[in-house]
T-cell receptor, first 114, second 108 residues
Framework: NAGVTQTPKFRILKIGQSMTLQCTQD?????MYWYRQDPGMGLKLIYY???????DKGEVPNGYNVSRSTTEDFPLRLELAAPSQTSVYFC?????????????FGNGTRLTVT | DAKTTQPNSMESNEEEPVHLPCNHS???????IHWYRQLPSQGPEYVIH???SNVNNRMASLAIAEDRKSSTLILHRATLRDAAVYYC?????????FGTGTSLTVIP
């Protein structure tokens, strides 16, 4: 199994541009999450989803949007990129609610906004 | 939210045991304690989790204090591949909150 796959691995955006970070998982997990990690810091939750058609905000949702039309895919959209969104973005999934079910992470997308 | 406190960094000699501490004094009775680690340029990787009792798996052991306000991740024999940032986290509902973790250096 591929697990959690994120694309692209790297991207440079100009201020004001938009892009979609792709995340797909092949484990039939209901729960999916987007985190961002700034240099030297821990991960902060942006959005999460408990199943197709259901999304909810995490700690730092401003400037981002998500959708969950299928169980497999959970794309993250940046509409107007800002330098503050320069970060590494991680997508994760879990079978049950994460309380008693491990999170499986992708290898991240490194985004630079200049 | 249940928050965790960990030392910023620790060192260990190769093939020696490592005890990574974590304080979570505000943890609620139903919050699990989870440990993940992150190798350079990779996403976090699950290590172990527990609620009240000590837990063992092939990667590590988790010792949880009786009052649940602290826990310790134990790597029984550190290897160079164990050099990583280790995160002790608790959950609030569906949300996991990561702190800055402990950066473990393994000395050959």
């Amino acid at each position: 199994n591929a697990g959690v796959t994120q694309t692209p691995k790297f991207r440079i955006l100009k201020i004001g541009q938009s892009m979609t970070l792709q995340c797909t998982q092949d484990m039939n997990h209901n729960y999916m999450y987007w985190y961002r990690q700034d240099p030297g810091m821990g991960l902060k939750l942006i959005y999460y989803s408990v199943g197709a058609g259901i999304t909810d905000k995490g700690e730092v949702p401003n400037g981002y949007n998500v959708s969950r039309s299928t169980t497999e895919d959970f794309p993250l959209r940046l509409e107007l990129a800002a330098p503050s969104q320069t970060s590494v973005y991680f997508c994760a999934s879990s079978y049950l609610t994460g309380v008693n079910s491990p999170l499986h992470f992708g290898n991240g997308t490194r985004l630079t906004v200049t | 939210d249940a928050k965790t406190t960990q030392p910023n960094s620790m060192e260990s000699n190769e093939e020696e045991p490592v005890h990574l501490p974590c304080n979570h004094s505000t943890i609620s009775g139903t919050d699990y304690i989870h440990w993940y680690r992150q190798l350079p340029s990779q996403g976090p990787e699950y290590v172990i989790h527990g609620l009240t009792s000590n837990v063992n798996n092939r990667m590590a052991s988790l010792a949880i204090a009786e009052d649940r306000k602290s826990s310790t991740l134990i790597l029984h024999r550190a290897t160079l591949r164990d050099a990583a940032v280790y995160y002790c986290i608790t959950n609030t509902g569906n949300q996991f909150y990561f702190g800055t973790g402990t950066s473990l250096t393994v000395i050959p």
